[in-house]
C-alpha cells in the first residue's frame, strides 16, 4: 500500500484508509487519486490522465476537475495551500504530499485474518480448512454450505477463499448460480469460473489443460483460441456430447489440480442449472485422487421451493460418504455482542445491547448487521470524544427497530431520495449486478447522473456496492454496482406495483437488446427473461430460441429442449401474427435437438407438430421444411413414413411459386426414395436434373443433407469423383455449426465411395479417426464399424470383418431397422463361405445361406438406408454359397434373380459382379461362349467405371476362362490386369498395415500373384 501522510492508499480493496477508518469515496476519484499517488512529484496532465484511465472512452475533462474537487475534500486539502495536490493552471496536476510504502499494512492485509468482524463461525470455519488440508493430501472434497438467506454462507466462504488464496500454491475461483436466466445457461457457474481462471497471472497452465484435455469447454472462451486453431477445435468437437463434455472438465480440473490444488466455490447452488449440477455431481463420485476442493452453498427452503435435482444429489452424497454439510445456525448473543465489541472498539454501550439486538434479528447476521448500520446512520450510536456511545437510551430504541428484515429496509429505503429510490428499483429489475448506463438508459435518464447518484450510495455503504467500471458490448464504458445482499434487491422488488414492474423489465430488456446488436447471443437468456416479465412474449420468444442456440453450442441439448418448451408457453400468448411462424421455428428446433440426442420418435413427433401447426396456419414454406425433416430420424426407424413425408412436401411446395424450393424438395424426395426405398430410372434422372436445376439457380442455401442425398445418387450411378466431390462438401469446414449426423453422412457417403473406387487405405484411416472420436464423445460409432466390416470383406479378412460385426451384434443400437446387424450378417455369411466345407446342410454354406437369406426377408429386416443394395449382396451371397458347394442348379437359380435385379440398377459395381458370377456359373458348366459373352459384358463395364474392388474379380475369371480355352496370352493379359487392381487397392494402404499383408496373401489373390503367364501354360 501507498502511504501520504496519515493516508493509505489500498488498490486490493479500492479504499483509501486514515488510520483504521475507511474513507468514502467514490470510484472513480479513488483511481484519480490512485493514479496521481502512483506519479508523485512530477506534472500529470488531464490528457495523460484521460489516456491512462479512459482510454479508449471519451470522457469530458470537465470532469477530472470534479474528481479533484472531491478527492481535495475527501484528504482536507485545500486549494490555495495544498499539501496533497496543487493545480498547475492550464497544465495539470501534481501530487505534492511525501509518498512511501506501508508494509506492515500490506502484511496486515496477508494476514490470516482479514475478516475480523465475521463472528461466530469459528468451527464452521475450521470445518473448511481441514477438509482443506484433506484436498491439499489428494483426498477430493466437496463440502455444502447451507443456511437461510443472510445465515452468512458467502461471508464464511469469502473469509475461507481469503485464506485459502493466502495459503500460496493454491488455485482458487468460484462461480456464481444466478436466479431467474441463469438456470436457462448450462455451465454458467462453471463457466464463470473457469473463465476466472484463465484470466489469473499464471492462466497459461489452465488454458494448455483446457487445449489438451477440454476443448469442448476451450470453445466456449472464443477469446482464448487464435484463428488458425480454430478449425482443428471445431472438427475436433464435432458431435460432444453433454458427456463428453462433463468428462472432459473432470480430467482437466483433476489434472491441474494434481500439480496445484484446487478450490472451486459455487455459490447460490438453489439457483442452478441442470448441466452445471450434472458436472458437480460427476465431479464428486469420481474416484480419482485429486487436490480438488469444491465447496458450494446453498438454502435450503429455496430448493425445496425450486424442485431442483439438488437435494436429492446432496442426499446420495451423503449416503455415499462423499461430501460433508456445514449447516449453519443462527447467531448466539454472545456472538453478536462480540460483533459489537469489534465493530465498536473502546465503546460503552449498554450490555443489554446485544441482548436487543439478538431479540430483534433473531441472532440472523443480515438483520443483525442492518439493526446496527441502521442505528449508526441515525446517530443513535455516534462517536464522541473518540468513544462509541448509545446517545439514547435503550428503552426508546427497542420500539423503534422495525419487526423484519424487509420492513428494516423499506424504512432504509424511504429515507432516500427520489432519484436514488428510482435508481434502486430499476438496478433492482435489471438483477444482483447492474451498470449505470442500464439503469440510466431504462429511466430515460443521463447516465452520468445516475453513476453519481450511485456512486454516492455505494461511498455511504448503503444498498449496493461499486465493482467498478467495466466496458458495455456497446463499448461504453460505465460504472457497475451490486446489491450488498441478495435480500436488498429482493426487498426492493418486491414494493414495486406489477405494472411499473413490467414497464421496467421492458425497458431493461430493450437497453440489453440495443446493447447486444444483432447476432449476439450472449446476453439472450437475460434480455428473454426481461422481456417475459415486461410481458412481450414475441421478442421473448425470439431470444429463448437464441438461448437455445447457446446451450446447444455446450452439446446441452436436454437443457436446450427444456428452454424452447419454455418458448412454447410464451407464444401461446403472443397475439400478433408472428406466433404460428415462431411456434414452427421452435417446433422444429426441438426436433433438432431431439435429433442430436439421438431421440428419433421425439424428434419426428416434433418435425410432425411443426408440419401440422404451418399447414393449419397456411405457412406453405415452414411446412414444407418441416415435412422435409421429418426423413432424417425416419430414416432411422420407418423409411416408409420418412418417403410419405417427402413426398407431401414435394405435393406443398406445388402450390408455391418458389423454383428453388420445388427443386430442393424434388431432389430431396427423388433422393429418399431411391435410398431408402427401391432404384428407379425415373427417379435417378429426377434427382439429378433438380440438382443440376439448383445449381443454375445458384441456390447456396439447400441443406448439405439434400445435397448428400444427391451425392449417393450419383455414387449408386458410378459417378464417384462427382460424387466424392459433392460429399467433401457436405463435410462442415471452418466455423460451420457442428451437426454430427451432417457430417457422419458425408463422411459415410465418402468412405463408401472410397470403398468402390479401391482406396481402402483411406477408408480405414477414416473410419479409425472417426471412431477414436465417437469415443471421446461416447457416441456409438455402428456407421464406422460397419464401414470396416465391409472395408475388412472387400480386402478378404473375413475373420476380421467378423470380428468387428461380433462387436456390432453385441451393441445396443437405437435404431430398430438394425442397419448394422444386416451388415453384420451379411460379412458373417461371406466368412463363412470362406471358411467354408462342402457339406451344405451342416455346414458352413447352410450357415451362410442362412444368414443371407434373414437379410433378403423383409420381415426379419425391414428397409433401411440402401437397403435393397445390402439385399442384393446378400442374394449374391447365396449364389456363391452354392456355387462353392458346388449345387449348380441353385446357384444358377440366385445367380439369375441376382443379375436381373441388379441390371434394374445404375450400379456398374453390381452390375459387373452380376456377370461375373454368371460368368462363372458357365464356366463351371464349361459353357465357354456363354462364359466369354458375360465377361466380355463385365469387361464393357470396368471400361466405362473405375471399380477395382469388382474388377480384380472379373479379370481373375477372365484368366481363368481363356487358360480353360487354350489362349494363354489372353489368360496372360488378364491376369495382368487383374494383379493390377489387386496392387493399387493393396498399395493404398500403408506399407505396414497388416491388412495390407493379409489381402495380399489372402487365396485367390495370392493365385493370382503369384502365377505367371508360363505357370498358367503349364498348368494349362
Ligand atoms: N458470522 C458473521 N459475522 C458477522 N457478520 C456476518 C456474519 N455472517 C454474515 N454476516 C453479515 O451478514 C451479511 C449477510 O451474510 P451473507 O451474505 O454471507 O449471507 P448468505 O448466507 O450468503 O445469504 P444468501 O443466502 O442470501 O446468499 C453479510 O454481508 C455480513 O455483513
Ligand atoms: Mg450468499
Same mark, same amino acid.
Given at each position: 500500500?501507498?502511504?501520504?501522510?496519515?493516508?493509505?492508499?489500498?488498490?486490493?480493496?479500492?479504499?483509501?484508509?486514515?488510520?483504521?477508518?475507511?474513507?468514502?469515496i467514490t470510484p472513480k476519484a479513488f483511481d484519480v487519486l490512485?493514479?496521481?499517488?502512483?506519479?508523485?512529484?512530477?506534472?500529470?496532465?488531464?490528457?495523460?490522465?484521460?489516456?491512462?484511465l479512459w482510454?479508449?472512452?471519451?470522457v +469530458?475533462?470537465?470532469l477530472i476537475?470534479k474528481y479533484?474537487?472531491g478527492?481535495?475534500?475527501?484528504?482536507?486539502?485545500?486549494?490555495?495551500?495544498?499539501?496533497?495536490?496543487?493545480?498547475?493552471?492550464?497544465?495539470?496536476?501534481?501530487?505534492?504530499?511525501?509518498?512511501?510504502?506501508?508494509?506492515?499494512?500490506?502484511?496486515?492485509?496477508?494476514?490470516?485474518?482479514?475478516?475480523? =468482524?465475521?463472528?461466530?463461525?469459528? &468451527?464452521?470455519?475450521?470445518?473448511?480448512?481441514?477438509?482443506?488440508?484433506?484436498?491439499?493430501?489428494?483426498?477430493?472434497?466437496?463440502?455444502?454450505?447451507?443456511?437461510?438467506?443472510?445465515?452468512?454462507?458467502?461471508?464464511?466462504?469469502?473469509?475461507?477463499?481469503?485464506?485459502?488464496?493466502?495459503?500460496?500454491?493454491?488455485?482458487?475461483?468460484?462461480?456464481?448460480?444466478?436466479?431467474?436466466?441463469?438456470?436457462?445457461?448450462?455451465?454458467?457457474?462453471?463457466?464463470?469460473?473457469?473463465?476466472?481462471?484463465?484470466?489469473?497471472?499464471?492462466?497459461?497452465?489452465?488454458?494448455?489443460?483446457?487445449?489438451?484435455?477440454?476443448?469442448?469447454?476451450?470453445?466456449?472462451?472464443?477469446?482464448?483460441?487464435?484463428?488458425?486453431?480454430?478449425?482443428?477445435?471445431?472438427?475436433?468437437?464435432?458431435?460432444?456430447?453433454?458427456? =463428453?463434455?462433463?468428462?472432459?472438465?473432470?480430467?482437466?480440473?483433476?489434472?491441474?489440480?494434481?500439480?496445484?490444488?484446487?478450490?472451486?466455490?459455487?455459490?447460490?447452488?438453489?439457483?442452478?442449472?441442470?448441466? !452445471?449440477?450434472?458436472?458437480?455431481?460427476?465431479?464428486?463420485?469420481?474416484?480419482?485422487?485429486?487436490?480438488?476442493?469444491?465447496?458450494?452453498?446453498?438454502?435450503?427452503?429455496?430448493?425445496?421451493?425450486?424442485?431442483?435435482?439438488?437435494?436429492?444429489?446432496?442426499?446420495?452424497?451423503?449416503?455415499?460418504?462423499?461430501?460433508?454439510? @456445514?449447516?449453519?445456525?443462527?447467531?448466539?448473543?454472545?456472538?453478536?455482542?462480540?460483533?459489537?465489541?469489534?465493530?465498536?472498539?473502546?465503546?460503552? $454501550?449498554?450490555?443489554?445491547?446485544? +441482548?436487543?439486538?439478538?431479540?430483534?434479528?433473531?441472532?440472523?447476521?443480515?438483520?443483525?448487521?442492518?439493526?446496527?448500520?441502521?442505528?449508526?446512520?441515525?446517530?443513535? @450510536?455516534?462517536?464522541?470524544?473518540?468513544?462509541?456511545?448509545?446517545?439514547?437510551?435503550?428503552?426508546?430504541?427497542?420500539?423503534?427497530?422495525?419487526?423484519?428484515?424487509?420492513?428494516?429496509?423499506?424504512?432504509?429505503?424511504?429515507?432516500?431520495?427520489?432519484?436514488?429510490?428510482?435508481?434502486?428499483?430499476?438496478?433492482?429489475?435489471?438483477?444482483?449486478?447492474?451498470?449505470?448506463?442500464?439503469?440510466?438508459?431504462?429511466?430515460?435518464?443521463?447516465?452520468?447522473?445516475?453513476e453519481d447518484?450511485?456512486d454516492?450510495?455505494?461511498?455511504?455503504?448503503?444498498?449496493?456496492?461499486s465493482?467498478?467500471s467495466?466496458?458495455?458490448?456497446?463499448?461504453?464504458?460505465?460504472a457497475?454496482?451490486?446489491?450488498?445482499?441478495?435480500?436488498?434487491?429482493?426487498?426492493?422488488?418486491?414494493?414495486?406495483?406489477?405494472?411499473?414492474?413490467?414497464?421496467?423489465?421492458?425497458?431493461?430488456?430493450?437497453?440489453?437488446?440495443?446493447?447486444?446488436?444483432?447476432?449476439?447471443?450472449? $446476453?439472450?437468456?437475460?434480455?428473454?427473461?426481461?422481456?417475459?416479465?415486461?410481458?412481450?412474449?414475441?421478442?421473448?420468444?425470439?431470444?429463448?430460441?437464441?438461448?437455445?442456440?447457446?446451450?446447444?453450442?455446450? /452439446?446441452?441439448?436436454? &437443457?436446450?429442449?427444456?428452454?424452447?418448451?419454455?418458448?412454447?408457453?410464451?407464444?401461446?400468448?403472443?397475439?400478433?401474427?408472428?406466433?404460428?411462424?415462431?411456434?414452427?421455428?421452435?417446433?422444429?428446433?426441438?426436433?433438432?435437438?431431439?435429433?442430436? $440426442?439421438?431421440?428419433?420418435?421425439?424428434?419426428?413427433?416434433?418435425?410432425?407438430?411443426?408440419?401440422?401447426?404451418?399447414?393449419?396456419?397456411?405457412?406453405?414454406?415452414?411446412?414444407?421444411?418441416?415435412?422435409?425433416?421429418?426423413?432424417?430420424? /425416419?430414416?432411422?426407424?420407418?423409411?416408409?413414413?420418412?418417403?410419405?413425408?417427402?413426398?407431401?412436401?414435394?405435393?406443398?411446395?406445388?402450390?408455391?411459386?418458389?423454383?428453388?424450393?420445388?427443386?430442393?424438395?424434388?431432389?430431396?424426395?427423388?433422393?429418399?426414395?431411391?435410398?431408402?426405398?427401391?432404384?428407379?430410372?425415373?427417379?435417378?434422372?429426377?434427382?439429378?436434373?433438380?440438382?443440376?436445376?439448383?445449381?443454375?439457380?445458384?441456390? !447456396? *442455401?439447400?441443406?448439405?443433407?439434400?445435397?448428400?442425398?444427391?451425392?449417393?445418387?450419383?455414387?449408386?450411378?458410378?459417378?464417384?469423383? *462427382?460424387?466424392?466431390?459433392?460429399?467433401?462438401?457436405?463435410?462442415?469446414?471452418?466455423?460451420?455449426?457442428?451437426?454430427?449426423?451432417?457430417?457422419?453422412?458425408?463422411?459415410?457417403?465418402?468412405?463408401?465411395?472410397?470403398?468402390?473406387?479401391?482406396?481402402?487405405?483411406?477408408?480405414?484411416?477414416?473410419?479409425?479417426?472417426? =471412431?477414436?472420436?465417437?469415443?471421446?464423445?461416447?457416441?456409438?460409432?455402428?456407421?464406422?464399424?460397419?464401414?470396416?466390416?465391409?472395408?475388412?470383406?472387400?480386402?478378404?479378412?473375413?475373420?476380421?470383418?467378423?470380428?468387428?460385426?461380433?462387436?456390432?451384434?453385441?451393441?445396443?443400437?437405437?435404431?430398430?431397422?438394425?442397419?448394422?446387424?444386416?451388415?453384420?450378417?451379411?460379412?458373417?455369411?461371406?466368412?463363412?463361405?470362406?471358411?467354408?466345407?462342402?457339406?451344405?446342410?451342416?455346414?458352413?454354406?447352410?450357415?451362410?445361406?442362412?444368414?443371407?437369406?434373414?437379410?433378403?426377408?423383409?420381415?426379419? !429386416?425391414?428397409?433401411?438406408?440402401?437397403?435393397?443394395?445390402?439385399?442384393?449382396?446378400?442374394?449374391?451371397?447365396?449364389?456363391?454359397?452354392?456355387?462353392?458347394?458346388?449345387?449348380?442348379?441353385?446357384?444358377?437359380?440366385?445367380?439369375?434373380?441376382?443379375?436381373?435385379?441388379?441390371?434394374?440398377?445404375?450400379?456398374?459395381? $453390381?452390375?459387373?459382379?452380376?456377370?461375373?458370377?454368371?460368368?462363372?456359373?458357365?464356366?463351371?458348366?464349361? &459353357?465357354?461362349?456363354?462364359?466369354?459373352?458375360?465377361?466380355?459384358?463385365?469387361?464393357?463395364?470396368?471400361?466405362?467405371?473405375?471399380?477395382?474392388?469388382?474388377?480384380?474379380?472379373?479379370?481373375?475369371?477372365?484368366?481363368?476362362?481363356?487358360?480353360?480355352?487354350?489362349?494363354?496370352?489372353?489368360?496372360?493379359?488378364?491376369?495382368? =490386369?487383374?494383379?493390377?487392381?489387386?496392387?493399387?487397392?493393396?498399395?493404398?494402404?500403408?506399407?505396414?498395415?497388416?491388412?495390407?499383408?493379409?489381402?495380399?496373401?489372402?487365396?485367390?489373390?495370392?493365385?493370382?500373384?503369384?502365377?505367371?503367364?508360363?505357370?498358367?501354360?503349364?498348368?494349362?
Amino acid at each position: 500500500m501507498k502511504k501520504f501522510r496519515s493516508f493509505r492508499l489500498d488498490p486490493a480493496n479500492q479504499c483509501l484508509w486514515r488510520g483504521e477508518k475507511r474513507v468514502p469515496i467514490t470510484p472513480k476519484a479513488f483511481d484519480v487519486l490512485r493514479y496521481l499517488v502512483e506519479h508523485p512529484g512530477r506534472l500529470v496532465t488531464q490528457d495523460e490522465i484521460l489516456e491512462a484511465l479512459w482510454p479508449e472512452t471519451y470522457v +469530458n475533462p470537465e470532469l477530472i476537475k470534479k474528481y479533484i474537487l472531491g478527492i481535495r475534500k475527501v484528504l482536507g486539502d485545500r486549494h490555495d495551500q495544498p499539501i496533497f495536490i496543487e493545480t498547475l493552471p492550464r497544465r495539470g496536476y501534481q501530487f505534492v504530499a511525501p509518498v512511501s510504502e506501508d508494509v506492515v499494512a500490506d502484511l496486515q492485509d496477508l494476514s490470516p485474518h482479514p475478516t475480523s =468482524r465475521m463472528v461466530g463461525r469459528e &468451527d464452521a470455519l475450521d470445518a473448511l480448512h481441514i477438509a482443506l488440508k484433506k484436498a491439499l493430501r489428494s483426498q477430493r472434497q466437496v463440502i455444502f454450505v447451507a443456511g437461510e438467506p443472510g445465515i452468512g454462507k458467502t461471508t464464511l466462504v469469502d473469509s475461507f477463499h481469503q485464506r485459502a488464496s493466502h495459503q500460496g500454491n493454491v488455485r482458487t475461483a468460484r462461480g456464481q448460480c444466478v436466479e431467474g436466466f441463469g438456470g436457462k445457461e448450462p455451465y454458467y457457474p462453471m463457466l464463470e469460473a473457469i473463465g476466472q481462471l484463465t484470466r489469473t497471472p499464471d492462466a497459461d497452465p489452465v488454458v494448455q489443460t483446457l487445449a489438451k484435455r477440454a476443448p469442448t469447454w476451450l470453445i466456449q472462451f472464443p477469446s482464448l483460441v487464435k484463428a488458425e486453431q480454430r478449425e482443428a477445435l471445431q472438427r475436433e468437437i464435432l458431435g460432444a456430447t453433454r458427456e =463428453r463434455m462433463v468428462r472432459e472438465i473432470c480430467e482437466a480440473l483433476e489434472w491441474l489440480s494434481s500439480e496445484t490444488p484446487l478450490v472451486l466455490i459455487i455459490e447460490d447452488l438453489h439457483w442452478v442449472d441442470p448441466s !452445471t449440477l450434472d458436472l458437480l455431481s460427476a465431479l464428486a463420485r469420481r474416484r480419482e485422487p485429486a487436490k480438488l476442493m469444491l465447496v458450494c452453498t446453498y438454502r435450503p427452503v429455496d430448493v425445496i421451493l425450486s424442485n431442483s435435482g439438488l437435494k436429492a444429489l446432496k442426499q446420495d452424497l451423503q449416503v455415499h460418504n462423499l461430501c460433508t454439510e @456445514i449447516a449453519l445456525e443462527r447467531l448466539p448473543e454472545p456472538a453478536i455482542a462480540e460483533y459489537l465489541g469489534t465493530e465498536f472498539p473502546d465503546a460503552s $454501550l449498554p450490555s443489554a445491547m446485544s +441482548n436487543l439486538v439478538h431479540r430483534h434479528s433473531g441472532g440472523n447476521p443480515l438483520f443483525m448487521v442492518a439493526i446496527i448500520q441502521d442505528l449508526v446512520k441515525r446517530d443513535l @450510536i455516534a462517536q464522541e470524544d473518540g468513544h462509541w456511545k448509545l446517545t439514547t437510551s435503550l428503552e426508546t430504541i427497542d420500539p423503534g427497530v422495525p419487526q423484519s428484515l424487509q420492513q428494516m429496509l423499506e424504512v432504509q429505503f424511504e429515507r432516500l431520495t427520489a432519484t436514488e429510490q428510482r435508481a434502486l428499483e430499476a438496478g433492482s429489475v435489471v438483477g444482483e449486478h447492474f451498470s449505470a448506463w442500464t439503469i440510466a438508459t431504462a429511466l430515460d435518464e443521463k447516465p452520468d447522473h445516475l453513476e453519481d447518484v450511485c456512486d454516492e450510495l455505494a461511498a455511504r455503504q448503503q444498498i449496493i456496492k461499486s465493482v467498478g467500471s467495466q466496458e458495455l458490448p456497446n463499448g461504453v464504458l460505465s460504472a457497475h454496482f451490486e446489491f450488498r445482499h441478495s435480500l436488498y434487491r429482493q426487498a426492493i422488488y418486491r414494493r414495486l406495483s406489477s405494472g411499473k414492474r413490467s414497464r421496467l423489465h421492458h425497458a431493461v430488456a430493450e437497453r440489453l437488446r440495443a446493447l447486444s446488436g444483432p447476432g449476439r447471443r450472449e $446476453l439472450a437468456s437475460e434480455i428473454a427473461f426481461h422481456f417475459e416479465n415486461g410481458r412481450e412474449y414475441e421478442p421473448a420468444t425470439r431470444f429463448l430460441i437464441l438461448a437455445a442456440e447457446n446451450a446447444a453450442a455446450r /452439446f446441452a441439448y436436454r &437443457d436446450c429442449i427444456q428452454v424452447l418448451q419454455h418458448a412454447l408457453q410464451l407464444v401461446a400468448r403472443i397475439e400478433s401474427a408472428a406466433a404460428a411462424e415462431l411456434e414452427v421455428q421452435v417446433l422444429e428446433f426441438i426436433g433438432d435437438a431431439h435429433y442430436a $440426442l439421438g431421440a428419433m420418435p421425439e424428434s419426428a413427433a416434433a418435425y410432425q407438430s411443426a408440419a401440422c401447426r404451418a399447414a393449419a396456419a397456411g405457412l406453405k414454406a415452414a411446412q414444407v421444411r418441416a415435412l422435409s425433416c421429418m426423413v432424417w430420424p /425416419f430414416g432411422l426407424i420407418d423409411p416408409d413414413r420418412g418417403i410419405a413425408a417427402v413426398n407431401q412436401a414435394v405435393e406443398v411446395t406445388r402450390d408455391i411459386q418458389n423454383s428453388i424450393l420445388f427443386a430442393r424438395t424434388q431432389m430431396l424426395a427423388a433422393g429418399s426414395r431411391l435410398l431408402y426405398d427401391c432404384w428407379r430410372e425415373e427417379d435417378a434422372l429426377l434427382c439429378a436434373s433438380a440438382y443440376k436445376q439448383l445449381k443454375e439457380l445458384g441456390d !447456396t *442455401e439447400t441443406l448439405p443433407f439434400h445435397n448428400t442425398m444427391s451425392a449417393y445418387v450419383q455414387a449408386l450411378q458410378g459417378n464417384y469423383l *462427382e460424387a466424392l466431390e459433392m460429399f467433401e462438401k457436405g463435410i462442415p469446414k471452418l466455423n460451420q455449426p457442428t451437426s454430427l449426423m451432417e457430417h457422419f453422412s458425408a463422411l459415410g457417403g465418402k468412405t463408401m465411395v472410397l470403398l468402390r473406387v479401391g482406396r481402402l487405405g483411406e477408408v480405414l484411416e477414416i473410419v479409425r479417426d472417426a =471412431r477414436a472420436l465417437a469415443e471421446k464423445n461416447g457416441n456409438d460409432p455402428w456407421l464406422f464399424n460397419f464401414r470396416e466390416a465391409w472395408l475388412r470383406m472387400l480386402a478378404l479378412d473375413f475373420e476380421g470383418s467378423a470380428r468387428v460385426c461380433d462387436s456390432i451384434l453385441r451393441m445396443k443400437t437405437h435404431y430398430p431397422t438394425g442397419q448394422p446387424q444386416t451388415i453384420a450378417r451379411i460379412a458373417r455369411g461371406y466368412a463363412a463361405i470362406a471358411g467354408g466345407f462342402t457339406d451344405i446342410d451342416r455346414g458352413q454354406y447352410g450357415h451362410a445361406i442362412e444368414l443371407f437369406s434373414q437379410v433378403r426377408d423383409p420381415e426379419t !429386416t425391414p428397409k433401411f438406408f440402401l437397403h435393397w443394395m445390402w439385399r442384393m449382396i446378400a442374394w449374391l451371397g447365396i449364389s456363391e454359397a452354392w456355387l462353392q458347394s458346388k449345387n449348380i442348379e441353385k446357384a444358377t437359380v440366385d445367380a439369375d434373380g441376382f443379375s436381373h435385379s441388379a441390371l434394374q440398377t445404375a450400379d456398374p459395381h $453390381l452390375q459387373a459382379l452380376a456377370w461375373e458370377i454368371q460368368a462363372r456359373i458357365a464356366l463351371f458348366k464349361k &459353357d465357354w461362349a456363354h462364359a466369354e459373352d458375360w465377361v466380355h459384358k463385365a469387361v464393357e463395364i470396368l471400361r466405362r467405371f473405375e471399380v477395382p474392388v469388382a474388377a480384380w474379380r472379373v479379370h481373375a475369371t477372365a484368366c481363368q476362362l481363356y487358360v480353360g480355352k487354350n489362349q494363354y496370352a489372353e489368360a496372360e493379359a488378364h491376369r495382368e =490386369r487383374a494383379q493390377a487392381y489387386i496392387l493399387k487397392i493393396a498399395n493404398s494402404f500403408p506399407k505396414d498395415e497388416p491388412l495390407r499383408e493379409s489381402f495380399l496373401s489372402a487365396a485367390p489373390i495370392a493365385r493370382i500373384l503369384n502365377v505367371t503367364g508360363q505357370d498358367l501354360a503349364a498348368a494349362g
